[in-house]
Antibody, heavy 117, light 106 residues
Framework: QVQLVQSGSELKKPGASVKVSCKAS????????MNWVRQAPGQGLEWMGW????????TYAQDFTGRFVFSLDTSVSTAYLQISSLKAEDTAVYYC??????????WGQGTTVTVSS | SYELTQPSSVSVSPGQTARITCSGD??????GRWFQQKPGQAPVLVIY???ERPSGIPERFSGSSSGTTVTLTISGAQVEDEADYYC?????????FGGGTKLTVL
């Protein structure tokens, strides 16, 4: 079945970097774009942007430029989110979600990133 | 940028009809979608294209649209429907979620 499996929880110090993975299975990876969504503790969903899995071209939402990078490894059907220069306010659950048209139909289970000294 | 506005909370008794609204200018031109999120879980799509229901979603979930507002209706709400609900829309190269509505069924 169609599935997105994300990497495990991360605990990082301020200023460090983190790379979250999202492995797709059950469908042709390059046929559907991939979205990234952030959810801070007790807060709502924020769309971070998406990556074209055919071309690798990323699009970042306004609040997610500079320290956030979307990348791919199509050979293993995996999308990545890298965050550099981590801050306490980056503490959140990060989700990947398959694009269906301009919507999202299948979500990963989420990866918790905690930034603390 | 675009904004979608939802009530922060809605409360109903089991068996009653729950209605959650979502308003935003983008909805006059683009479809609305609804996600259900239970504590500790990833969001699940319950309505797409304003009123379409994905397979596996109970028939008590329905959606409608009028002007700049979309509405999620849960007819005969069940205790297991208690969750956060987020509306969502897309325009051009931009995607946006509403702030979320906590539905209490008690």
């Amino acid at each position: 079945q169609v599935q997105l499996v994300q990497s495990g929880s991360e605990l990082k110090k301020p200023g460090a970097s983190v790379k979250v993975s999202c492995k797709a299975s059950g469908y042709s990876f390059s046929t559907y774009a991939m979205n990234w969504v952030r959810q801070a503790p007790g807060q709502g969903l924020e769309w971070m942007g998406w990556v074209n899995t055919n071309t690798g071209n990323p699009t970042y939402a306004q609040d997610f430029t500079g320290r956030f990078v979307f990348s791919l490894d199509t050979s293993v059907s995996t999308a990545y989110l890298q965050i550099s220069s981590l801050k306490a306010e980056d503490t959140a659950v990060y989700y990947c979600a398959r694009a269906s048209g301009d919507g999202m139909d299948v979500w990963g289970q989420g990866t918790t990133v905690t930034v603390s000294s | 940028s675009y904004e979608l506005t939802q009530p922060s909370s809605v409360s109903v008794s089991p068996g009653q009809t729950a209605r959650i609204t979502c308003s935003g200018d983008v909805l006059a031109k683009k479809y609305g979608r609804w996600f259900q999120q239970k504590p500790g879980q990833a969001p699940v799509l319950v309505i797409y294209n304003d009123s379409e229901r994905p397979s596996g979603i109970p028939e008590r979930f329905s959606g409608s649209s009028s002007g700049t507002t979309v509405t999620l209706t849960i007819s005969g709400a069940q205790v297991e429907d208690e969750a956060d609900y987020y509306c969502y829309s897309a325009a051009d190269n931009y995607r946006v979620f509403g702030g979320g509505t906590k539905l209490t069924v008690l």
